[in-house]
């Protein structure tokens, strides 16, 4: 396959590349073998990803989970280039997982080589949080270990059969897969704003309703709920890495007061924003070896 792929990013648990396939046609690649474990978030295209019985249909917001040594195929559905993340994980980190979700039936079946996994928008987050911190001038290794742990961990315990979205057309896709991902790119960059679904949706060049519709068929949430869960998540962030007040950190995520914030965090986190700090402040003072515990 004709692909630039660019490292961004090492550790001595993974590498964090950057693809972006070169293919201008639609067909399909000569069969090629992957020597490690991998997730690739796909930030944009259309590909059928082809391995044993199976053909994933991979699109913007999946994440896609390959284990080592079985070969595949790629099939480009449309000229929009493909472009992913891909996060390759050592052998001794695929030890590890193995030892972890071995029992899991994606692990457990020589006949599952590859799935696919539709993110929810806190992971989605996280990788665009993950990118920012790559680009940032002086990087912080140990948050950017610490989110590629998190978002590792939340993948691997959310894998599931692949199933398809019987939502979603060719034709749907065609139309509107850029019209997802600008939408997704501007409410990630502009958050902490006070952002209407008309906003959005000129962006994209459509109008509200058709927009609103088409943004729950391919993501499974509404525009507000996706934005709400970014917010939070972002919130989450700064809670578990830096000493701001509780509501500093609120209003620094979007969220117009205090008790909007503290609402809206126990509703999805289950506890106080003060509460996920303490719990994860002393969660990191843990002696642990293990990178995926």
Do not use: W
């Not at 790629?74 to 390759?88: A, M, N, Q």
């Amino acid at each position: 396959m004709e692909a630039d792929i660019h490292t961004l990013f090492t550790s001595g648990l993974y590498r964090i590349l950057d693809f972006k396939c070169r293919c201008t046609e639609c067909h399909t690649s000569k069969p090629e073998q992957s020597d490690t474990f991998t997730i690739s978030f796909v930030r944009t295209g259309n590909f059928l990803f082809n391995v044993f019985r199976n053909s994933l249909d991979s699109y913007n917001g999946c994440f896609l989970i390959t284990k080592p040594g079985y070969d595949r195929t790629v099939t480009h559905v449309h000229t929009v280039p493909d472009e992913c993340t891909i996060f390759d994980f050592s052998d001794g980190a695929y030890r590890e997982i193995r030892e972890l979700y071995g029992r899991t039936r994606f692990f457990r079946s020589n006949d599952l080589h590859s799935t696919l996994l539709q993110a929810s928008p806190e992971l989605e987050y996280t990788h665009f949080h993950i990118l920012q911190l790559l680009q940032a001038r002086q990087r912080n290794q140990l948050q950017i270990d610490q989110l590629v742990l998190e978002m590792a961990q939340q993948v691997l315990g959310s894998i599931t059969l692949y199933r398809p979205n019987e939502k979603l057309n060719d034709r749907l896709k065609k139309n509107h897969l850029v019209t997802v991902e600008r939408a997704k790119a501007y409410m990630s960059e502009r958050f902490v704003q006070d952002v209407s679904l008309q906003e959005v949706a000129a962006h994209c060049h459509i109008s509200p309703f058709h927009f609103s519709r088409i943004f729950k068929s391919f993501t499974g949430c509404s525009p507000h709920q996706f934005l709400t869960a970014i917010r939070l998540k972002n919130a989450a962030i700064l809670l578990q890495n830096t000493f701001q007040p509780v509501a500093d950190i609120g209003f620094a995520s979007g969220f117009n007061s205090a008790e909007h914030f503290v609402a809206a965090f126990r509703q999805r986190y289950r506890c106080s924003p003060s509460d996920y700090r303490r719990a994860r402040t002393s969660s990191a003072l843990k002696t642990d070896v293990s990178f995926f515990r």
